[in-house]
């Protein structure tokens, strides 16, 4: 099995959502078997900002799953999307 890198959106409920408490949580509730490799912001609109979470996971059954229960349970995040998945050389 190889792995990957999977980018993973997480969308705050409001604008007035604390960024930094947000990514001191997402670090928190990284699973085991799972490296975060960054978290980047992206500025959305009227002043709201979407986290992109880089985590990278082995290619097994399930893949990102474990890591979006995990984030989607954060307190302060409207909804989670994975956007992209690329395979490791």
Known sequence: MG???????LMPESPEVDLEALKKEVRARIPEGTELHRIDEEPIAFGLVALNVMVVVDDAEGGTEAAEENLAGIEGISNIEVTDVRRLM
């Not at 792995?3 to 959106?9: D, F, L, P, R, S």
């Open 3 to 9: 792995e990957v890198v999977a980018t993973i959106k």
